[in-house]
């Protein structure tokens, strides 16, 4: 027997609600491992704790047709970031912080090889640079296609945009990213 969809788990958590740690164990790693790139490891934690706190409590809303709850997820960590950017008026100070932490550090050293690479290629100062000066929706955009691996209709189920901005945000980010990358090159 297959294992159940994330839609299956959340619609057995509204009769039990233990059933939600399911989706907690699916899916935290890879909401927190966005957060730590967004907004650095020390309050990535409590940023992945506080998406897990949401989508419980909204739960009942979850739209059981979509059976992969991730993008739902990515959209709370998303808005978190800008809550969080917003109140505390960090995002040039959490970017600068990102240069010697780019590798979250978590228990479960087990990572998917696209983050992993996602990650690595981080490293580069000069990359970081580029994405440093990006616009914070491109930003986002790109790093829930990096990342999160999200198609683009997951991306705009979890930003909440129209897969046409989606798209255009993405080719924005890559272009952006493609010419400061190569102005970097040339300095």
Same mark, same amino acid.
Request: charged fraction near 35%; avoid cysteine.
């Given at each position: 027997?297959?294992? %159940?969809?994330?839609?299956?788990?959340?619609?057995?958590?509204?009769?039990?609600?233990?059933?939600?740690?399911?989706?907690?164990?699916?899916?935290?790693?890879?909401?927190?491992?966005?957060? +730590?790139?967004?907004?650095? %490891?020390?309050? +990535?934690?409590?940023?992945?704790?506080?998406?897990?706190?949401?989508?419980?409590?909204?739960?009942?809303?979850?739209?059981?047709?979509?059976?992969?709850?991730? %993008?739902?997820?990515?959209?709370?960590?998303?808005?978190?970031?800008?809550?969080?950017?917003?109140?505390?008026?960090?995002?040039?100070? +959490?970017?600068?912080?990102?240069?010697?932490?780019?590798?979250?550090?978590?228990?479960?050293?087990?990572?998917?090889?696209?983050?992993?690479? +996602?990650?690595?290629?981080?490293?580069? %100062?000069?990359?970081?640079?580029?994405?440093?000066?990006?616009?914070?929706?491109?930003?986002?955009?790109?790093?829930?296609?990096?990342?999160?691996?999200?198609?683009?209709?997951?991306?705009?189920?979890?930003?909440?945009?129209?897969?046409?901005?989606?798209?255009?945000?993405?080719?924005?980010?890559?272009?952006?990213?493609?010419?400061?990358?190569?102005?970097?090159?040339?300095?």
């Amino acid at each position: 027997m297959p294992d %159940p969809t994330d839609a299956d788990v959340i619609a057995a958590s509204w009769r039990d609600p233990r059933r939600f740690e399911d989706i907690f164990a699916r899916h935290y790693r890879s909401i927190y491992r966005y957060l +730590a790139l967004r907004v650095g %490891p020390d309050e +990535a934690g409590d940023l992945a704790s506080e998406v897990f706190i949401r989508a419980f409590t909204r739960r009942r809303r979850y739209r059981l047709d979509h059976a992969n709850a991730l %993008p739902w997820l990515f959209g709370f960590a998303a808005n978190l970031v800008r809550e969080h950017r917003r109140g505390h008026g960090r995002r040039a100070r +959490a970017h600068a912080r990102l240069a010697g932490r780019l590798r979250p550090s978590i228990d479960d050293h087990e990572a998917e090889d696209a983050t992993e690479r +996602a990650a690595a290629a981080l490293e580069s %100062p000069a990359l970081q640079r580029a994405l440093a000066a990006l616009p914070e929706p491109e930003l986002s955009t790109l790093l829930l296609a990096a990342l999160g691996d999200l198609t683009y209709r997951e991306i705009a189920e979890a930003t909440g945009v129209p897969i046409g901005t989606v798209r255009s945000r993405l080719a924005r980010a890559r272009r952006r990213a493609r010419e400061l990358l190569e102005l970097d090159r040339t300095r």
